[in-house]
Structures are given as structure tokens and as C-alpha cells.
């Protein structure tokens, strides 16, 4: 009785004797066993006993209508009055109606049914085996298990022990379990239980059976709210988990762009590799992980979305910057700031290449300019020896040219080389400080030999000086050399005549003798006065000349001359020596022919005169024949060291000349006098020269020889004059020579310098990274090619005209430079094929930046509309409000859609990755995407569609089954089968009811015939419908008034409150610990209404 009014009307029952004495519970349990609601009114709060009779009449006729029969009904009087025997005989009765065991048909279904009830839920469990109601059930084991099957916590099966010895004990637990399972009062003993025959065991099986029964809805309830508490604390769960994961997505993307967004650089190409290298990682995996964190995220949405959305519950709002939008917004804007980080790592890396190519012509450029420095420092360090004034002036000239060229490429060369440098400075260069470096050394080196050419400059002027000096002394030496030479000949000559001894035949013989030997004497004074005089100062001149100026010293006999002072000194000692020869010669001559004097006539001594007066002037007319010559010859003039020379020679011939004016030519002149004026007279006769007859020569003949020597003389004085200017034209010739040798070798090193710079800027020039930059470059490399073809044209046609001015000039050879016209102009047709060469290379460069760019646009053109197609759909899935059934369909197209259809789309995306990739394209401007991020994206997005297809799926046969599990269904399955007795899949209403017994589902006809109504057709019901029905009956219901009744239920009544142990009597303990945490306390309980 408790069981069927506890659960059903709520009303527990202590005590049946008692309680059913006011009609109205007997009322109520007819009602439900019977499912026909009594009609008639009655007291529903007696008070009076009269009131309590009545209503036990009505009560007692209620029951006799319903067919309970009785051989003795009890009185209304006995109910009222408590007596035991007719009220527990009643009780009786209605038990033997509503559950019969007997021989009919219909008993012996239920009392199958009711054993096959206890196989069912004592199957699986070891040492159990029912086969009847008689000795397999008695020990107690079995209910036991039955128990347990349902609530395992009510009941701790290692205290029940098979066997009679122990049932006592088994059923005093059995008992405690069921009372506190489903209220089963102990009102037999477990000693009477073991004294009952099968139909008393059946009947007390059966309020196991009936109280478990009516147990399953409180544990539907008991399910449904669960079911409710666990969506309930799985959408607060997943909301929690959402805005954790939401908040570390939108961290960890705040902390991914403040590291894409630090624009710091360490300004090296290692660090700009590693850069790009770390972003490239990043965006194969981190990026990855984001993408797959965004997916997760999305899909934890979308399921609570889901969850909410099919429990008819008030959709999720995320907290602010936190829902899908803002996350999508988010990602956007992470790939934005990709974009920008990677346009900057890649211009980092181009600047970084540019920065290095910079310093690779400053390098080259360095070592050019070292290596110049090097040989230039080497020649201005090196003490050149000169020797000869052309050395000299070619070691000044040299001077010239090194200082010229200096200062040409410190304006130039190097001035490009600085400013390409503070490009580098600028640009914080990584090694900024070799640069620093190398220009530092390169600017001490040009100091240090701008230095030296200042301080070899003064030793080079020595130099010449000194050589210009030793080739004057050396000239003069020779000239030493030479009177010498013509001394000790005329010493030769007159001494052989001295060591003569003539035959003197008479006075006129000795007259002669004397007169000659007078002759020499004044022919010596003259030799001693001229020839001698001119011999020794020009030799003191010699050896009194020193150069010094306090960088170098010379004298006659230094290194590297042959001739030295002491030669000088012996030539003179030696015709001092000839000359006091001559002196004791002459003496000795003169005593022997002074014995002959008076042989001599005046007549002789004129003849004689005469002949000395013809032989002075023989001397001079062969001296002036010499000088004739040496004035007529124009010597071969090919350098300015021999026109100096030459004009040195002709000096000292001048210095001759003046020498014979002033000495040999007045004593020819003096001795003409002296013979003109010279006469011999007495009283007897007179004579003057040429005025015998027999005199050959004549006083005209005397005074034509003079004449002649004078207009000679004149002559000569000509000859030298117009010499001199020859010379000094043929030395400014040369001078102009030199100088068009200067000027073409600078120009001929300018070109080659300005050609070689060309060359090597040519090869080196960089174009730029992309298509814009090169198309960009191209005006610039126009300019730059006109700019230097001018200049290359401009310089090669002056050095071409400085060579053809040098050879108009006799330029022959060049010591200053091999360069020549054709060595040039194949310098300045290499000039044009370099940059004919960076122009066909910049065609091919343009040319393949643009099938880059190609490439680059035919990637983003499959790449970006596939990826948005995916965000699309996925934003179109996550957003969906259809049914679930239509919201798989068109996933499970999509996904059918991903395995077929975008497998070639990403076959392509990818091909055209591996175009660029193969092509070194790192950095495509056409779009943010990479053949990596596309691949990754969709397979995020396979995974979505997956996911999003098995939750779909999931929830929808989650939506079927009604929270009924996979046992349930078996056991559905199974006892529809056991009641299939013809096994074609069908059963009839007769064994529906009993089948529905068996799995603990009493139902009375008139409910067992609406089911038939419902899910049968022609009497019978399939097992596909009884499968439906069940699923209807047993699963969730999760409507509002559903969850309050199965709270009400639970609480026996309560229409508010809920208990702590009720609660722990169906529940878990986590789900009652759940309800205590959320719900609002209330006396001793909590609301479960406001809950």
C-alpha cells in the first residue's frame, strides 16, 4: 500500500490498519491499481466518525465495483474501528485482483514475467542463477543483486554469502536495502521468509518488483534531473572552460602581436635570417596552434551553443571581446599584423643583402685603393738613386704625376668609397666598424703619403739640383780633360822640336834657329797665357765645386763618376812639370843657338815672325773650322736631358770662343802689327816685310788672313747665337713632350680608374627585391647608364687627343704608363659591354620578377578564395539555427565536399606553393596566405566539419535515445524477444502487458490498450514501435513542469523544498554537493523551484 500511494498520490502509509480508517487512502489505492478515477464526492478531511463511516462505504462500494471479491466483506465500521483480521482480508483481496498467480493464461505471463524480471536484473552477476521462485531465491542473494542493479551504494554484495546456512542474514540486509531503497516495510521476518511457499514468494517478489517499479520514476525523475544538473553544470563548465580558453587565446594572441609588432632590429644578417626563420616557424606551428586553438574555441561554442539551443535554453553570450566576431576579428587582425611583419622582416632582409653588397664594393674598393697605397707608399718610401740629370727630373716628374693622381683619387674614388661608407654608418651597418675601420687606415695612409711626397719632394729638388750641378762639372772636367789633352800635345810636339838639334850652316841658319826658338818662347807665353791659363781655371773651378744644401753633397769624384779630383790634380801637376821641362829645354836650346845669332838677319827674323803669324793663324782657322762644325751640327734631341746637355756643351764652347776673342785672336793681330811695322834701314839700304822680291809673302797677304779670321770669328759668334736657339726651342719642345706624357698618362689612369669603377659597379648593381622595385629601378639605371657613357666617351676622347697632340710632338715612348690609345679604347669598349651586360641583365631580372609576380598571383588566386570559401562555411555552420537533422546534412555534404572536391583545389594551391618555393619566393605581396597556412586551415577545417558532424550526429541520436543507455536497450531488446513466442517480430496486447511487467513497467489494460492504440496497428505491435514507445516512456522529458514534478516526486510531495538525504537517495554525491552549492537554502533544505 505505501508503495503505490507513496509514489503515486504521495501518500506514505506507516501503518495500513490504522490509516485506512477514513476511506480516502483505500479510495485513492483503488484508483491506482484499478486506473478508474472515482467519481462520486467524499470527504476528503473527515473529522467525525460518522464522516469516516461514509467515506468507507463509498470506499467499499468503490472496490466491489471494480471486481475485488470478498466471501466476507468487512463493514465500514471495521475499517473505521482499526480491526486487523477484516482490513488485512481486504488488503488481501485486492492483491489477489490486481496480481494474480494462477492456472489462466494471464497469471502465468505475469508470474513469468516476474521471474524473468529477476533474471534480467540478476544476470551477470556471479553464483546467481533463478530458475524459480522456490529454492534458488530463498537465501536472499538474488534480491540482493536486484538491489544493487539499481541503486549499488544501497547494498555492499560481499556481505551476502550463498547458501541456506546464511539467508537469515542475507535477507536482514536485503531488507534494510529495500526499506531505505523504496520504503518496503519489514512487516515479515526474515525467518518467515524462508518458510514461504512459491505463490507467497512470488507475491513477496513482487513488492520488491512493484516498489522498484515504482522506484524507476522516481529514477526517471531522479534521471532527468541529473540530466538537468549535468547540462546545467556542463554549460557552466563549458562556459568557464570557453572564457579561460577565450581569455588565453586573446593573451596569447596580445602577447604573438606585441612580439609581431616589436619592429626591433639588431642590424645584422644573421639576426634578420633568424628573424624570418623564427617567423616561418612560428607560422608553421604556432600559428598552427593558434588556428587549431581558434578551431577549438569556435567548436566549444558551438557545442555549448548547440547544447543550449536543443535545450531550449537562452543562447550564450560571451563576455565582451570574447565572442566569435571579436575572435575572427582577432585572428584578422594577428594575420594583418603578420602581413606587416613579414613586408618588415623581408625588407630587414633585403636591406640586410643591400647592406652586405654595400660592403662588398666597399671591400673591393678598399683593397684597390690598399693595394694602390701600398705600391705608391712603397715608391714614395723608396730613396731613389739619380745619376743624371734626366733621373732626376724624371723621379720630380713621377713626383708630379704620384701627387696628381693622389689627389684624383682621394676627389674621387675615394670619395665614393666614403660616402658609400656613411651609407653603411647610416644605415647601422653590423660591421660598421670595419668599415669605420678600413676608411680610418685608408685616410691615415692617404695622409702619411701626401707626408712623404712632401718630404721626398725637397731630396727630388736636391736631387736635380745636385745632378744639374755634377753635370756642369762634369762637363767642365771634360773640357779639363780635353785642353789637356791638346796641351800635352802641343807639350809633344814642342819638346820634340827642343830635343832637336839643328845644323847650323851659318848665321842665317842660326839667325833662324833663334828666331824659331824666339817664336816658341812667345808661342809658350801665349800657350801659358791662353791654353794653360784657361787649363788651370777651369781646373781650379773643378775642384772648388761643392753642392750642399743640407740634403745631399757632391763633389767631383763621388759616386758614380770615374773622374776624380786627383786625375784633375795630376794633369795639371803633370803640365806644370812639362812646362818647367820646356823652360830648362828652352834654356839649353837657347845657349847653343845664341852662338848662331849672328847668322840671323832681321830679314830671317821677319820670316820668321811671319811664319809663327801664318801658323797662329792656321791654329785659329782649324780651332773655327772645329767650332764651324760643332755650331752647323743639330744633334739628335729626344729627351730634355740631352738638350741641357747640348746647351751645357754650347756654353762651354762659348766660354772657348770668348777665350780665343781675347787672347789667341789679339796676339795674331799684335804679331801682324809687329811684322807691318818692323824696318830695316841704314845709309847704305832698308827693308820692310815683303818689300824684297825675293820675299814670297806679302803684307796683303798678312792683312787678308787677318780680315779673314775677324769675319770668321763673326761667323762663329752667328753660328752660336742661332744654336742657342735651336737648342732651347728642341728643350722646350721636349719640355712640352714631357708634359703631354704627364698629361696623357694621368688621363690614361683617370679612364682606367673611372672604367674599372664602371665594371665593377656594373656587376655589383642591385635591382631590387620585387617587381615594383626593379620597374621602379629602371628610370635610375637609364640616367645611370647615360651618365656614365658621357663620362667614359668623354674622357676617353681627351686622352685619345692628348696622344695624337704627343705624337704631332715626336712622343715616341711613354715611361709614365703602357697605356695607348687601343689599350684605352678597349677599355672603353669593355665600359660599354659592362653596362650592355647590367642592361641585358636588368631585361632578365624584370622579366623574372615578373613571372614571379606571376607565380605570386596565380597562387593568391586559388589560395584566397579557397580559404574564404572555408571561413565562410564555417561561419555559416557555427552560425545555423536550422534543425539539427538539416544542419548535418549539409555538413556531412561539406565534409563529403572536402574528401573529394578540395582535394585537387589544394593539390593546385599547393603546386603553386611549390612554384614560388622552388623560385625562392618568401614574400608574396598579393596575399597573406602560404601553401602551409591553406594545407593547415583546411585541415583545421576538415577537423571542424568532422567534429562538427559528430557532435551533430551525437546530439542527434542523443535526441532519440532520450538519455536511455546501451543496457537498456538490450534489455528492451531481450524481453521483447522472450515474448515474441512466434518470433515474427510482433507481439499482441497480451504480451505487451506482460513484457512490460518483466522490464518493471506495470501498466493496467485500459493503459496497455492505449499503447496498442498508439503504437500498435491490427492488434499487434512491431518491435520497432515497442522500441519507441519505450524510448517514450522511459527517456527524458525535460520540460519545466516535468523537472518540478520529478523534484516533487522525489521529496514525497514537497512542492518547494528539497532534503539533503532525499536528494542522496537518487543522486550522486557531486550532483547533491552541485544542488547544495547553486540551489537557495530553505528551512532545512534548499528550493529547488528557484533552483
Not at 779673314?708 to 752667328?718: C, M, R
Request: charged fraction near 30%.
Amino acid at each position: 500500500c505505501n508503495q503505490k500511494l507513496s509514489l503515486s498520490r504521495n501518500m506514505p502509509v506507516e501503518d495500513i490498519v490504522d490509516e485506512i480508517g477514513d476511506g480516502i487512502k483505500l479510495i485513492n489505492l483503488i484508483e491506482v491499481l484499478s486506473e478508474v478515477d472515482y467519481t462520486e464526492k467524499y470527504n476528503k478531511t473527515p473529522k467525525m466518525k460518522v464522516h469516516k463511516i461514509d467515506n468507507c462505504n463509498r470506499a467499499l462500494k468503490f472496490v466491489k465495483q471494480q471486481g475485488v471479491e470478498m466471501k466476507t466483506p468487512p463493514s465500514a465500521e471495521n475499517l473505521v474501528d482499526g480491526d486487523e483480521l477484516n482490513i488485512l482480508g481486504l488488503i488481501w483481496a485486492i492483491m489477489s485482483k490486481y496480481m494474480k498467480f494462477g492456472d489462466d493464461d494471464e497469471s502465468l505471463n505475469a508470474k513469468e514475467a516476474l521471474l524473468l524480471w529477476v533474471q534480467n536484473k540478476t544476470a551477470g552477476y556471479d553464483d546467481v542463477a533463478v530458475k524459480d521462485f522456490k529454492s534458488s531465491i530463498k537465501d536472499g542473494v538474488a534480491m540482493g543483486a536486484v538491489i544493487h542493479k539499481h541503486r549499488p551504494n544501497m547494498i555492499d554484495m560481499s556481505k551476502l554469502t550463498k547458501g541456506k546456512d546464511n539467508a537469515v542474514a542475507n535477507w536482514a540486509v536485503v531488507q534494510d536495502a529495500a526499506l531505505k531503497y523504496f520504503d518496503l516495510e519489514k512487516y515479515i521476518t526474515p525467518e518467515d521468509i524462508l518458510k514461504l511457499d512459491e505463490n507467497s514468494m512470488v507475491v513477496y517478489v513482487s513488492e520488491y518488483y512493484t516498489g522498484i517499479a515504482e522506484q524507476r520514476k522516481v529514477d526517471l525523475a531522479a534521471r532527468r534531473i541529473t540530466k538537468l544538473i549535468r547540462f546545467t553544470e556542463e554549460n557552466d563548465k563549458l562556459r568557464a572552460e570557453y572564457v579561460v580558453k577565450a581569455k588565453s587565446f586573446t593573451d596569447t594572441v596580445a602577447k604573438v602581436q606585441v612580439i609581431l609588432n616589436d619592429r626591433t632590429i639588431d642590424n645584422t644578417m644573421a639576426g634578420a635570417k633568424a628573424k624570418i626563420e623564427q617567423f616561418y616557424e612560428y607560422k608553421a606551428t604556432d600559428k598552427s596552434s593558434i588556428l587549431g586553438d581558434q578551431l577549438a574555441l569556435e567548436g566549444l561554442f558551438n557545442s555549448l551553443a548547440m547544447r543550449l539551443s536543443h535545450g531550449k535554453r537562452p543562447a550564450y553570450v560571451p563576455p565582451e571581446g570574447t565572442d566569435l566576431d571579436a575572435m575572427n576579428a582577432t585572428v584578422g587582425q594577428l594575420e594583418k599584423t603578420e602581413q606587416e611583419r613579414k613586408v618588415a622582416l623581408h625588407q630587414e632582409l633585403n636591406r640586410q643583402i643591400k647592406l652586405l653588397d654595400f660592403d662588398k664594393q666597399h671591400k673591393a674598393a678598399s683593397a684597390q685603393l690598399v693595394e694602390y697605397q701600398t705600391t705608391t707608399e712603397a715608391d714614395l718610401s723608396k730613396k731613389e738613386v739619380s745619376h743624371s740629370v734626366a733621373a732626376a727630373s724624371y723621379q720630380l716628374r713621377h713626383l708630379d704625376a704620384l701627387d696628381r693622381e693622389r689627389k684624383s683619387i682621394v676627389s674621387t674614388t675615394f670619395a665614393k668609397l666614403l660616402k658609400l661608407g656613411a651609407t653603411l654608418k647610416d644605415e647601422k651597418y653590423e660591421r660598421s666598424n670595419e668599415v669605420a675601420d678600413r676608411e680610418q687606415q685608408l685616410t691615415s695612409t692617404f695622409d702619411r703619403l701626401e707626408k712623404l711626397s712632401s718630404e721626398k719632394r725637397p731630396v727630388l729638388d736636391d736631387d736635380l739640383a745636385r745632378e744639374i750641378f755634377r753635370e756642369d762639372l762634369r762637363l767642365k772636367n771634360e773640357q779639363h780633360v780635353q785642353k789637356h789633352a791638346k796641351i800635352e800635345q802641343w807639350v809633344a810636339e814642342q819638346t820634340a822640336y827642343l830635343e832637336k838639334k839643328e845644323e847650323i850652316d851659318s848665321v842665317g841658319d842660326a839667325t833662324l834657329q833663334l828666331g824659331l826658338l824666339s817664336a816658341y818662347a812667345s808661342e809658350k807665353e801665349a800657350q801659358s797665357q791662353a791654353a794653360v791659363a784657361s787649363f788651370k781655371a777651369l781646373g781650379a773651378e773643378v775642384l772648388a765645386a761643392k753642392y750642399d744644401n743640407g740634403l745631399s753633397t757632391y763633389e767631383l769624384g763621388d759616386e758614380p763618376d770615374t773622374a776624380n779630383k786627383d786625375q784633375l790634380r795630376a794633369r795639371e801637376t803633370a803640365v806644370d812639370e812639362h812646362w818647367q821641362r820646356l823652360d830648362g829645354l828652352y834654356n839649353d836650346k837657347k845657349a847653343v843657338l845664341e852662338d848662331d845669332l849672328a847668322r840671323e838677319t832681321f830679314r830671317d827674323n821677319l820670316k820668321l815672325q811671319d811664319n809663327m803669324h801664318r801658323r797662329s793663324h792656321a791654329a785659329l782657322t782649324s780651332w773655327a773650322s772645329e767650332g764651324a762644325s760643332y755650331l752647323a751640327q743639330r744633334e739628335d734631341i729626344d729627351d730634355i736631358p740631352k738638350a741641357n746637355t747640348q746647351l751645357s756643351i754650347l756654353k762651354a764652347w762659348r766660354g772657348d770662343f770668348a777665350a780665343q776673342q781675347s787672347n789667341a785672336l789679339p796676339a795674331l793681330k799684335t804679331l801682324g802689327k809687329s811684322i807691318l811695322d818692323a824696318k830695316y834701314e841704314t845709309s847704305l839700304s832698308s827693308y820692310t816685310f815683303g818689300s824684297a822680291q825675293s820675299d814670297t809673302q806679302t803684307p796683303e797677304q798678312l792683312k787678308e788672313r787677318e780680315q779673314k779670321i775677324d769675319e770668321t770669328f763673326v761667323n762663329l759668334d752667328g753660328a752660336a747665337g742661332e744654336k742657342q736657339s735651336w737648342l732651347e726651342a728642341e728643350l722646350a719642345r721636349e719640355q712640352a713632350k714631357e708634359e703631354n706624357r704627364v698629361q696623357f698618362a694621368n688621363q690614361a689612369a683617370a679612364f682606367a680608374r673611372l672604367a674599372s669603377e664602371t665594371d665593377n659597379e656594373a656587376k655589383s648593381t642591385h635591382f631590387g627585391f620585387t617587381l615594383a622595385e626593379v620597374e621602379a629601378f629602371g628610370a635610375e639605371l637609364q640616367a645611370d647608364d647615360q651618365q656614365r657613357e658621357k663620362a667614359t666617351d668623354e674622357q676617353h676622347a681627351a686622352a685619345v687627343e692628348t696622344f695624337a697632340e704627343g705624337e704631332k710632338l715626336g712622343v715616341k715612348s711613354n715611361a709614365y704608363t703602357e697605356a695607348t690609345p687601343a689599350s684605352l679604347t678597349t677599355l672603353h669598349e669593355q665600359t660599354k659591354k659592362a653596362l650592355a651586360d647590367r642592361r641585358e641583365r636588368y631585361e632578365k631580372e624584370l622579366a623574372h620578377q615578373r613571372y614571379l609576380d606571376g607565380l605570386a598571383r596565380d597562387f593568391a588566386a586559388l589560395a584566397d578564395p579557397f580559404s574564404e570559401s572555408m571561413v565562410s562555411t564555417k561561419n555559416q555552420i557555427s552560425s545555423s539555427q536550422n534543425s539539427l537533422e538539416e544542419q548535418l546534412a549539409f555538413v556531412a555534404a561539406r565534409v563529403a565536399e572536402s574528401e573529394a572536391g578540395d582535394q585537387p583545389k589544394l593539390e593546385a594551391i599547393l603546386a603553386a606553393q611549390k612554384k614560388l618555393d622552388d623560385e625562392g619566393v618568401t614574400n608574396n605581396i598579393h596575399t597573406t596566405l602560404t601553401g602551409k597556412d591553406v594545407e593547415t586551415q583546411h585541415q583545421q577545417f576538415v577537423l571542424f566539419l568532422n567534429a562538427k558532424k559528430k557532435m551533430l550526429e551525437e546530439a542527434i541520436e542523443q535526441a532519440k535515445l532520450r538519455g536511455l543507455t546501451e543496457s537498456d536497450f538490450k534489455e528492451i531488446k531481450e524481453n521483447f524477444e522472450q515474448f515474441d513466442k512466434d518470433g515474427d517480430k510482433s507481439i499482441s496486447q497480451k504480451e505487451l502487458k506482460a513484457c512490460l511487467f518483466s522490464l518493471g513497467e506495470e501498466k493496467g489494460p485500459k493503459e496497455v490498450e492505449a499503447i496498442m492504440q498508439e503504437f500498435g496497428e491490427n492488434g499487434e505491435l512491431s518491435e520497432e514501435r515497442f522500441t519507441e514507445f519505450m524510448i517514450k516512456t522511459l527517456g527524458d522529458a525535460d520540460t519545466k513542469d516535468e523537472i518540478l514534478a520529478g523534484f516533487k516526486l522525489i521529496n514525497r510531495g514537497e512542492d518547494q523544498k528539497t532534503t539533503v538525504d532525499r536528494m542522496e537517495n537518487v543522486l550522486e554525491s557531486h550532483e547533491v554537493e552541485y544542488l547544495k552549492e547553486n540551489a537557495t537554502p530553505i528551512d532545512d533544505g534548499y528550493d529547488y523551484v528557484a533552483w
